[in-house]
């Protein structure tokens, strides 16, 4: 970027994700957001918020177990620019049941797009997910590979630094590296 170009910043957003284990064999992620302004906001039809004070502070947290079940679901609203907002948390309870896996995202878009719950508490779930499998890191240590059908670890694939054709997965598993196409 150009040191001839200045920047006004106009808005910010931090989202924080954070994993534990509990005393009760369970475990927990929690996701937040907080978006400020640089400068005194008004929502239409809702509250006036200073410069640099929270506009939305809310956020979830999810209870599963080491299957990635959910247990149960929490929302808070410490912040938000209408009153209507902490209601918008009540349909994250659908998710209740659900495992944090293959076709988590698409469940979370089905069951609470739209109108049907906040926007900023439903997007949070999506690297929830991801954030909850990395929790686990420490319990998933001591297991096997996951592996499909064929016996091919699934992580392979699973991410750029996993392709088949990259130098991890020859080290790592040099029986299904896939060398590079010819440029």
């Not at 937040?32 to 929502?43: I, L, N, P, Q």
């Not at 080491?66 to 349909?91: D, I, K, M, W």
């Not at 630094?161 to 029986?175: I, K, T």
Request: glycine share 8%; aromatic share 8%; hydrophobic share 30%.
């Amino acid at each position: 970027m150009s040191t001839e170009i200045s920047r006004d910043e106009l808005h910010f957003r931090r989202i924080d994700m954070k994993g534990y284990r509990r005393s009760d064999g369970l475990y927990e992620v929690e996701g937040r957001v907080t978006d400020r302004k640089s400068y005194d906001f008004e929502a239409i039809g809702g509250r006036k918020v200073p410069a640099h004070e929270p506009i939305h502070d809310m956020g979830v947290r999810l209870v599963y177990d080491t299957e990635l079940l959910v247990h149960a679901v929490e929302t808070f609203t410490n912040a938000s620019p209408y009153a209507q907002c902490p209601e918008g948390g009540r349909a994250l309870q659908s998710m209740k049941g659900l495992r944090m896996t293959t076709g988590w995202n698409k469940e979370v878009r089905s069951r609470l797009g739209g109108a049907l719950s906040c926007t900023h508490l439903m997007e949070l779930l999506i690297p929830m997910a991801t954030t909850a499998v990395q929790t686990l890191s420490l319990v998933a240590r001591g297991r096997p590979e996951p592996t499909d059908a064929t016996g091919r670890p699934k992580k392979i694939d699973s991410c750029y630094a996993y392709g088949a054709e990259r130098d991890l997965v020859l080290r790592r598993w040099p029986q299904y590296h896939r060398p590079p196409p010819e440029k």
